[in-house]
Structures are given as structure tokens and as C-alpha cells.
């Protein structure tokens, strides 16, 4: 059983940064892992997804300002968030790809304020 702690989320102001981090349990072998985010009322969405070599892709509204990276050896993921708007505003998620299952967390809740 893959379990998965995300940490770092909460209150900020418009224009601010946030890094969130999420730790992944037990020694295995993660190929992709990535960030997903749900506001109250909308469907979860990607945020940003990197691959064990470091390859990463971003939903278009995160580009230029969110960044993803990985410790393969701490098995960890981070998110850095950068130039928050209130619609940022959404429970984070981390995700994990082990053996072609993928595993949550249990989310952090962002939220920005105007």
C-alpha cells in the first residue's frame, strides 16, 4: 500500500507563493507523479505532472507561474507556486504512478485571498 502526506498548503495573498510538498511512503518505484487541484463546486483538474526523468507538463493556466520537481531517491514531489490569484483557490492533490496504479493523497487545502 502506497501512501501519500502532502504538506504546505494554506492562506496566502494575491500575488504570493506557496511551496507544497508530498511524500510518498515505502521503498517503490514511482514512474509519473504530479499535482491536481479541486475548487468547490468543479471537477478536479491537472495542475502539473513530472515523469522519473524529470519531464514535466503543465495545464496552460500554470505555465510561467507553478513548477513541479521530484526527489526519485526521497520519493518526494514538490510544487512551487508563484503569483497566486484567488482563483488558485482549490484543494491540492498529490498523485503517484506505481506499477500502473495510481495512488492520492489526501490534499492540502490552497487558499488565496484577495
Known amino acids: 500500500q502506497v501512501q501519500l502526506v502532502e504538506s504546505g498548503g494554506g492562506l496566502v495573498q494575491a500575488g504570493g507563493s506557496l511551496r507544497l510538498s508530498c511524500a510518498a511512503s515505502?521503498?517503490?518505484?514511482?514512474?509519473?507523479m504530479g499535482w491536481y487541484r479541486q475548487a468547490p463546486g468543479k471537477q478536479r483538474e491537472l495542475v502539473a505532472g513530472?515523469?522519473?526523468?524529470?519531464?514535466?507538463n503543465y495545464a496552460d493556466s500554470m505555465k510561467g507561474r507553478f513548477a513541479i520537481s521530484r526527489d526519485n531517491a526521497k520519493n518526494m514531489v514538490y510544487l512551487e507556486m508563484n503569483s497566486l490569484t484567488p482563483e488558485d483557490t482549490a484543494v491540492y492533490y498529490c498523485?503517484?504512478?506505481?506499477?500502473?496504479?495510481?495512488?492520492w493523497g489526501q490534499g492540502t487545502q490552497v487558499t488565496v485571498s484577495s
Open positions: 515505502g521503498r517503490i518505484f514511482i514512474n509519473a
Open positions: 513530472i515523469d522519473r526523468g524529470g519531464r514535466t
Open positions: 498523485s503517484v504512478e506505481v506499477l500502473t496504479r495510481y495512488y
